[in-house]
């Protein structure tokens, strides 16, 4: 692999490794506490570790050995693992908003859990859209560019589940807090669905997989 490979896949691992205890976490902090946004928060954060894990076996495998794979076959590569990222956007948007209309329990218990692991992913998730976002611009790589989105994604998710769980915190059977929960959990859906799609319809990866090798 070549330095800026090396970097991508280290990226990847780190990812990968940092998503995996997640859902646990978060589905032990959902026991403590019954608000909608921490059941979505869950069903994200799985839906995305599945997605970040097919993204890292594409790119070690394209990029193994310092073998180039052949045009169209990296093209194909690179399309399935930015669909796995977009499929998952999508699903896990969905998911969200179902739930959301759905509405969860009255009393939210204990949410502190969920708060703290929101301001954690903030900080870490914000780091590696920059990260991605560096590496996807050197390399011009389609797999680093799409991680890029989804963390960037990943950073704004976070940072409204942080400030819906801190209301609900605050003044947990306000009003306030029940709107705070619900609108929390559809701005969240709603950005993930929606540039789950912008990564699904984007023209760059749809044309990709129709282009023939040079001769």
């Known amino acids: 692999m070549k330095k ?60 193994r050995d310092g073998a180039e794979p052949e045009t169209l076959h990296k093209a194909r590569l690179e399309r399935t693992a930015n669909l796995c990222v977009g ?18 329990s009255p009393e939210k218990g204990n949410v502190i859990p969920g708060l703290v692991i929101a301001f954690l992913g903030l900080t870490t998730n914000s780091w590696f859209w920059l990260r991605y976002a560096r590496l996807a611009s050197h390399s011009g790589d389609a797999i680093l560019a799409v991680q890029s989105r989804l963390y960037r994604s990943k950073s704004f ?47 760059r990866h749809s044309s990709a997989i129709t282009e023939q090798p040079a001769t």
């Open 4 to 63: 800026t490979e090396q970097s991508g896949a280290r990226t990847l691992l780190m990812s990968l490794l940092l998503s995996s205890p997640g859902p646990v976490v978060v589905g032990i902090g959902l026991f403590l506490g019954r608000s909608s946004t921490q059941l979505a928060d869950f069903v994200r954060r799985s839906v995305e570790l599945g997605a970040i894990l097919a993204s890292y076996i594409i790119y070690n495998r394209l990029h």
């Open 87 to 104: 499929v998952a956007m999508c699903l896990s948007g969905s998911v969200m908003l179902l739930i959301a209309l759905l509405g969860g």
């Open 157 to 203: 998710v976070d940072a409204s589940v942080f400030i819906a769980l801190l209301i609900v915190m605050i003044a947990p059977l306000s009003e306030a807090a029940q709107w705070a929960d619900i609108i929390g959990s559809i701005i969240v859906s709603s950005y993930l669905a929606v540039n789950g799609i912008i990564i699904l319809k984007d023209p």
